[in-house]
């Protein structure tokens, strides 16, 4: 295809990026220095070098939630103006940040009731409470959808940040919390609103439906909580930071495109990381990531739900994101002293090979395709 | 009309703003600090105290740019960027701050060029690297329309710091450059575009175009220009800055809904921050400004084709924005010294009556209505 022709949907939403660090070098005339930017690209947040304190980090996220396509068919509006602010605390919390400061910049329908206008911004009020960042400031507009650009600024000790890279072959591969459950409510959320939009197979669906509830209602309506109201592991991320040393590297990121896609993320950070140099990438790269399917945190009637549904559990658990869980890596020593502090379940390890494979409960060992979820694709 | 029934159109962009205050208020159950927030709200930046140095405020400032309602008519996808990080730099510039970073949050359209991708891209590098602000972050996403969201964040000294309020009776009110270049560029734009789109009474418009263009095409197209490529005056906001002093307070913001609106702008801020104590602002306050037609920097040309496009060169003038130019205040015994660093008018003074007015050529005084341009009436 010519460049001419290309479109941005061709690219998906992490060439987009690659694209833009690529044109910055090109368009740059004073060729700006892009270290700062470099060293955290694809990382969950912006490092910034602040001059007036040589020992810390500006961390920075900025991320815009647009209802067509981040808010699920029954999120209410108090859930919209929560989630603006879990999204980007939680990319400073992976980053083990103190928060300062938090941007809302809103767009919405001029015809949007001020009763609902007041419940989003009251979501957006509670989130900044809950996580102890104070709103400083933002913009209003006027848009055809409910349209939320937040930004979280906070700081890190330059040598307390977790980043993405950073592991070393032996290290625990762990996750916060059990996964998959915001997966499985967007699952449940859209079979709803297929049947509330009166669409095609309707009987069939409603025994879908009908069926996952009979498994374990309690489990369907936890999902749809999650996937309404996800929160930031701000504690944790707190945790994993005071754990982070020179000697033991921690490394973290939030799982916000499903599991996989976060594997190929770190994997990709570290590589660069370690390579930064060297001209050959792929041929000296050798670390990848083992994860096995008796290890991950699923409950029986989760499989048994997904089933019902026609659906791969496996799938949910590793190519649906927004759980807005941990995925890190630890140094194996240091596994019971972190246990006495949070919890969080050991699912592999980073291996001495460059593939990212999941061995199942059958023994088979199959690869992990990289199928997370991407804006633009 | 029953506060149910009530939409946000209703309440105008600045009413949006103070409604977003005071729901904080009611729905923070930990009673939140807006201590921070309450100092700059309204002001063009967020300031926050930094713990890390107590003589430095971060400055942040958003703004989300809609395709449909802030890029007019034959704006380039360069332009677009460009324009994105002009209208931050210029909310920090008028705090006098320098310029730490800045984080890219755009939305486009799948089905976008990549080629037009890549020169929108341009535009926000280029622009960085004019005013210094090295890109260090950002997301991406897909809408049905262009949408960018930039955040600037920096720093200024505490004492240093630009604000809206603190300007004293006998203060000069100044003005950094000509202004209404944008309003008589947009209102150019305008009628190209209903031109192209062949429009009900194109011979009109086309007579119009034409008298415009006869009077003075270079001022035309000048006019045009700055309506397209925006520029931010971070030098200028340095040396006001540098200026800036405890004994001698200079006020400052730059002008993105037109000179009326920033009047009542400061004149409340002022009014905020004088009796913030008292509970009867009205009474007490005050301090209000006059400017003199005479001394608006406006040529005769400007003044012929805005005659000729049928429009009040004052309205334009007035009640148009995005200039980006700055409103500040100085005392009068600056004003020597401020002339040597960089060009300004002085077009009035703050006054010892609560109005806004101003004097006519013909020696009438006219009150100063307020209607600058909100997005959201």
Redesign the interface.
């Known amino acids: 295809m010519k460049?001419?022709?290309?479109?941005?949907?061709?690219?998906g939403?992490k060439g987009?990026?690659e694209?833009?660090i690529e044109?910055?070098k090109?368009?740059?005339?004073?060729n700006?220095?892009?270290s700062?930017?470099a060293t955290?690209?694809g990382d969950d947040?912006?490092?910034?070098n602040?001059t007036?304190?040589e020992n810390?980090y500006?961390v920075?996220?900025?991320?815009?939630l647009?209802e067509h396509?981040h808010f699920p068919y029954g999120m209410t509006y108090f859930q919209m103006g929560y989630k603006a602010v879990v999204v980007n605390v939680s990319d400073l919390a992976s980053m083990g940040a103190d928060n300062?400061?938090f941007?809302?910049?809103?767009?919405?329908p001029?015809?949007?009731?001020?009763?609902d206008?007041?419940e989003l911004?009251?979501g957006v009020?509670?989130a900044?409470?809950e996580y102890d960042i104070?709103?400083?400031?933002?913009?209003?507009?006027?848009?055809?959808e409910i349209?939320i650009?937040g930004?979280a600024?906070g700081?890190v000790d330059k040598d307390k940040a977790l980043m993405k890279y950073g592991f070393q072959t032996g290290d625990l591969v762990c996750i916060s919390e059990e996964l998959g459950l915001a997966a499985l409510g967007f699952e449940l959320l859209n079979l709803k609103k297929q049947l509330t939009n009166n669409l095609f197979e309707n009987v069939d669906l409603e025994k879908k439906l009908k069926a996952a509830y009979e498994i374990d209602s309690s489990l369907c309506e936890m999902a749809i909580f999650k996937a309404l109201k996800p929160e930031a592991r701000y504690l944790e991320g707190h945790i994993l930071r005071d754990h982070n040393t020179k000697d033991n590297r921690l490394t973290a990121t939030d799982i916000t495109d499903g599991l996989a896609s976060e594997f190929y993320e770190i994997i990709n950070s570290d590589k660069k990381f370690t390579y930064s140099s060297s001209e050959n990438l792929n041929d000296n790269y050798k670390k990848g990531i083992r994860i096995y399917e008796d290890k991950l945190p699923v409950e029986e009637e989760y499989k048994e739900i997904a089933d019902a549904l026609g659906l791969d559990y496996l799938d949910l658990f590793l190519h649906v994101g927004e759980d807005f869980e941990f995925l890190f890596t630890i140094n194996k020593e240091l596994k019971n002293q972190l246990s006495d502090d949070m919890n969080f379940y050991i699912i592999g390890e980073i291996i001495e090979k460059n593939t990212l494979e999941i061995v199942l409960s059958n023994g088979d060992i199959k690869n992990i395709s990289s199928e997370g979820y991407q804006?633009?694709k």
Do not use: Y
């Open positions: 460049s001419s022709q290309m479109k941005v949907s061709d690219l939403e987009i990026i694209r833009i044109r910055s090109l368009c740059s005339q004073s700006m220095d892009l700062n930017f955290s690209i947040s912006a490092l910034t602040i007036m304190d810390s500006l920075s996220s900025t991320d815009m647009i396509s300062i400061g941007l809302l910049n809103i767009a919405i001029k015809d949007t009731l001020l009763d206008f007041d911004i009251c009020i509670k900044c409470d104070p709103l400083i400031g933002g913009d209003t507009n006027q848009a055809g349209i650009s930004t600024i700081q804006h633009l």
